[in-house]
């Protein structure tokens, strides 16, 4: 059985793979991004001609343009990959992480929780609000220590982690007081076709073929843990 999802942040990196699957597997897709500087319709270009694929520009803040698609589409799920997620950016300006991660992620849950709870009672058993989050919100561990797990304390060092932790925060939040079924995912670093090239893995394979210098943060002896988009989107769907 087909499946329509609404999902935020579609045309990115990681949300234009979620899409690409699911519109490829016959379900409906109606993708809500507002195409900042990491969103890209060109990620999209495969399905351009789609029937079961609605793109809409816009922001998850847009309480009203919300409402609307959900009236409209009546998803079975809303996938939120909408953010900002570089952590330099977020040093420079963390109140942009703040109004989109935090603020955004809020509005959007308000909005999709006034929308199920007026849903007849199968479609709203069966509704998932599926966020998005990031391994970062744990911080980091050092050489001896155990991997993460959903139990590890939250210990974010940057503006971008600490943001995100504030959008689980919430999305926990309003399954715990309203009842909204709500499921949170924390991944690692996400690499793999159409990633924007300011992240690692492109920006170092575009800075040797230039003959650049290659940026590395302190002593260079940092160690990431490297998940393949696919795998992650593939990831995704099992848990919806």
């Known amino acids: 059985m087909k499946s329509t999802y609404l999902v935020t942040g579609g045309a990115g990196f990681i949300g234009s793979c979620f899409v690409l699957q699911r519109v490829k597997a016959g379900d409906n897709v109606i993708n809500l991004d507002k195409l900042t500087y990491s969103g890209n319709l060109e990620n999209l270009d495969e399905i351009k001609n789609a029937p079961n694929h609605v793109f809409v520009r816009g922001d998850i803040g847009d309480e009203q343009l919300v409402i609307e698609l959900l009236e409209k589409y009546q998803p079975d799920a809303v996938v939120n990959f909408a953010a900002e997620s570089h952590v330099d950016r977020s040093i420079l300006d963390p109140d942009v992480f703040v109004k989109t991660n935090v603020l955004g992620t809020e509005v959007l849950l308000r909005v999709v929780k006034d929308w199920w709870k007026n849903l007849e009672e199968e479609k709203r058993n069966k509704f998932r609000f599926h966020h998005i989050s990031t391994d970062e919100v744990f911080g980091t561990l050092s050489m001896d220590d155990p991997a993460f797990t959903e139990d590890t304390p939250f210990a974010p ?84």
């Open 157 to 240: 060092n940057s503006p971008y982690s600490a943001s995100k932790a504030s959008s689980d925060h919430f999305v926990r939040a309003y399954h715990e007081t309203y009842g909204l079924p709500t499921v949170i995912t924390n991944c690692s670093n996400n690499y793999g076709p159409r990633q924007f090239p300011e992240k690692l893995i492109p920006l170092m394979t575009l800075n040797a073929l230039a003959g650049k210098a290659l940026p590395i943060y302190g002593t260079g002896e940092n160690i990431r843990d490297w998940l393949h988009v696919e795998d992650h989107c593939d990831a995704i769907y099992e848990v919806l």
